[in-house]
């Protein structure tokens, strides 16, 4: 990026999805920033219009053509049109972000989250797969409590939010508590249960992607993010989905080689540049709009002196976009 003149350009496919959205905006903090151009997740001919904060948003077909030219291509809309953005992309074509995971099983693929991975590490990779956020935001904080007391064990219950699946998890969700308040017919078209007031072990049999499938991919990233920081446990975890719109949150037990001292844990992890609310515990609604992690609630446990429960939140949106930004400013 060396003038503005020679802005290099980046493809974002998608260009209408939450993850979009946070990807642009990011993108726009760059200086200078990059030209963006923003694909649709169809191979639809006709120019497609949506309508944001009452401006246009011009996209274009998912084609060959619409990559050519980019030196990036974030892939933020359905791992259907991941796969078609990766078949269509040339040889010398721009490199891919997949943040949908589609990709993951590719040869060429590599999973990154530089904001958990060692600050020496270095990818080059046709294709760049964007961990799960409940992963970074976990493996980022296990990191941060191994450096200040060496673990033994954790366990983990991750609080999953209906932004995770997109705009139609979001609308599911605000018609289901419409309609509960109402008496009113149930749409179940994304988690084929009723999340609207109530709490997910599982989702229906009809649910689009069921939820044993987003356990086992966070804990398969989660384990590849570690990898790179020997002698930190692998925890037991847990997905649930909540009835909440945006954010992560995160029930975390942590057993210590030593007595951890909640208090000493509490400002070990504020000097490591961890945002640790002490006395008014973090909320994900709270942290919304927020970059990084925030920890609160941290108490021993009274039935293990060298364990401690903490409570963590990361807006799940903004995490996973800022990492595929970080990824593309190494390509760029």
Known sequence: MASATERPLVAVVGGGTLLAREIRERLSESKPAPRVQLVSATADGSTLLAAEDDEAVVMIPLNAESLDGARVAFLAASPASSRRAAKLNPAGG????????????????????????????????????????????????????????????????????????????????????????????????????????????????????????????????????????????????RVIQAPVFHGHSFSVWAEFETNPNAAALSRELARQGVDVRSDDPPTNAGIAGHSGISVGAIAADPNNSRACWLWLVADNLRLAAENSVAVAHEVL
């Open 94 to 237: 721009p490199v891919l972000i997949d943040l949908t995971g589609a990709l993951e099983e590719q040869p060429h693929a590599r999973l990154r989250a530089p904001s958990a991975e060692p600050s020496a590490n270095s990818v080059s990779a046709p294709i760049q797969v964007i961990a799960h956020p409940a992963a970074i935001a976990l493996a980022m904080l296990l990191t941060k409590l191994a450096q200040a007391i060496p673990l033994r064990r954790s366990v983990v219950h991750i609080f999953e939010p209906a932004s995770e699946r997109g705009q139609r998890g979001l609308d599911e969700l605000q018609q289901q508590t419409v309609a509960v308040l109402s008496f009113k017919k149930l749409k179940t078209d994304v988690f084929d249960a009723q999340l609207g007031f109530n709490l997910l072990a599982r989702y229906g049999e009809e649910a689009l992607e069921p939820l044993e499938g987003i356990e086992q991919r966070v804990e398969r990233h989660l384990a590849s993010l570690l990898a790179a920081w020997p002698g930190i446990p692998m925890p037991s975890l």
